[in-house]
């Protein structure tokens, strides 16, 4: 059974930081693609970043500069560095796993973490 677990969110100033770790497991492919989204009240979900397997990333134009992805592919997991957080990053924050089966994608989420930025 694939597990896909969150952590390191909660309350920071605003110009502070947080990281955020995600763990995935119990999948016998490997995880294609880790992603990191978010979701805030009354918005809809948004890609912040994402990395590859090869290590390619990409990042959503509000938070380039500040935030950095990682993973450690030996361990299934994706670091989520966040620098000079700004109040509009709060939010819940998901991480997406991917795998290719062969035949196709298949997507984990994990149950989020609240990132909480006050002014």
């Known amino acids: 059974q694939v597990q896909v677990v969150e952590s390191g969110g909660g309350l920071v100033q605003a110009g502070g930081s947080l990281r955020l770790s995600c763990a995935a497991s119990?999948?016998?492919?490997?995880?294609?693609?880790m992603d990191w989204y978010r979701q805030a009240p009354g918005k809809q979900r948004e890609l912040v970043a994402g990395?590859?397997?090869?290590?390619?990333?990409n990042y959503a134009d509000s938070v380039k500069g500040r935030f950095t992805i990682s993973r450690d592919n030996a361990k299934n997991t994706v670091l989520l560095q966040m620098n000079s957080l700004k109040p509009e990053d709060t939010a819940v924050y998901y991480c997406?796993?991917?795998?290719?089966?062969?035949?196709?994608?298949?997507?984990?989420w994990g149950q989020g973490t609240q990132v909480t930025v006050s002014s």
């Open positions: 997406n796993a991917r795998i290719w089966t062969g035949t196709s994608f298949v997507n984990y």
């Open positions: 119990g999948s016998r492919f490997s995880f294609n693609k």
């Open positions: 990395i590859a397997g090869d290590s390619t990333t």
